[in-house]
C-alpha cells in the first residue's frame, strides 16, 4: 500500500539522509544530479556547497530547484519525498559558517546511520577546490510531500 507521509515524517527523512538529488532547469533543459546536503531543521533550509560549474551558472539565473531524497529496501518497501525550493548563496563569514555547519551536521548523520566517526569534510566528499573556495548555498525549503510503500 502506499500512502503520504505527514509533514514531520517527511521532514524526518529529509534530517536522517544527506544524499539527495537536485533538479534545476538550464535553457529550458531538465537536470538531475546527486548532491550531499544537511538539513537544517531550525532554520527550514538545505545547505550545501559546490565548486563554480554548469549547476552554479545553471541556479544564478534560475534559482527555482527541486529534490528528491529516498530510502529504499525494496521495491515494495521504500520511502521518498520531494522538495520544493529556492536557491540562495552564503557569502563572506555566513558562508564559512555555514560550511562549518553542513560539515558537523553530515558527520552527524552518518554516525548515526552508518556508525563512521569521521573528522575531516574530505572523508564525505570528494569536493577539493584548487580554483578557490567553495560555493556555499542553501535550499529554502517551500514545500516538502513524501510517500512510503511498505508491502506486509
Do not use: C
Not at 563554480?52 to 525494496?74: D, F, P, T, W, Y
Not at 569534510?121 to 542553501?138: Q, R
Amino acid at each position: 500500500m502506499i500512502r503520504a507521509l505527514k509533514d514531520i515524517e517527511s521532514k524526518h527523512l529529509l534530517a536522517n539522509n544527506y544524499i539527495g538529488h537536485l533538479s534545476y532547469l538550464f535553457k529550458d533543459k531538465p537536470y538531475v544530479l546527486p548532491i550531499t546536503y544537511y538539513y537544517d531543521v531550525l532554520n527550514n533550509i538545505i545547505i550545501g556547497y559546490s565548486g563554480k560549474g554548469h549547476k552554479i551558472r545553471a541556479l544564478r539565473i534560475n534559482n527555482q530547484v527541486a529534490m528528491e531524497v529516498s530510502e529504499i529496501e525494496s521495491v515494495n518497501n521504500w520511502k521518498s519525498i520531494l522538495v520544493q525550493g529556492s536557491y540562495k548563496e552564503f557569502e563572506g563569514s555566513t558562508a564559512k559558517i555555514n560550511l562549518h555547519k553542513f560539515s558537523e551536521g553530515v558527520k552527524e548523520v552518518i554516525s548515526k546511520k552508518e556508525g563512521k566517526d569521521l573528522k575531516f569534510l574530505s572523508e564525505f566528499s570528494s569536493k577539493i577546490y584548487k580554483e578557490g573556495p567553495p560555493i556555499v548555498f542553501k535550499i529554502n525549503v517551500e514545500e516538502i510531500t513524501g510517500r512510503e510503500r511498505k508491502y506486509s
